[in-house]
């Protein structure tokens, strides 16, 4: 089973690139800290929404669920690159939980509709 689970916080404001296929990719850095230090983790998601991004700014926690997809790729004729993000399945931000898809991230559930 390939399932990542990542807490911590943004470190940036998330990026939005649009897809071949349709659609948008959001990227964003999750800063987690472990025993004496911190790691920089690239995550990615798709179908992005407008609450999504006002709720995603630097410095707000996160908590996402995922998975890990290894990359690689050509940067020159004879250069290849390797990269690994999460690719996340639910992003969860300030009481909202989105569930990230090709076509669109919705919420699932809100503070207001949660009571």
């Known amino acids: 089973m ?8 943004l470190a ?3 990026n939005v690139t649009d897809i071949k296929k349709g659609g948008k990719m959001l990227f964003m850095t999750v800063v987690a ?10 995550v ?8 999504m991004l006002a709720a995603l700014k ?3 926690d996160v908590h996402v669920i995922g998975r890990l997809q290894a ?9 290849q690159l390797y990269n690994n993000a999460v690719v996340a399945d639910e992003i969860r931000c ?3 939980i989105w569930l990230a898809s090709a ?10 509709s949660a009571a």
Do not use: H, W
Request: glycine share 14%.
């Open 71 to 79: 990359g690689k790729y050509d940067k020159e004729a004879q250069k």
């Open 44 to 51: 990615k998601a798709f179908g992005v929404s407008e609450p």
């Open 58 to 60: 630097e410095g707000a």
């Open 12 to 14: 940036r404001d998330c």
């Open 103 to 112: 076509v669109t991230a919705a919420p699932v559930a809100t503070p207001a």
């Open 33 to 42: 800290t472990r025993d004496g230090g911190r790691d920089f983790l690239p």
């Open 94 to 96: 300030g009481g909202n």
């Open 2 to 9: 390939n399932k990542i689970e990542l807490m911590g916080k």
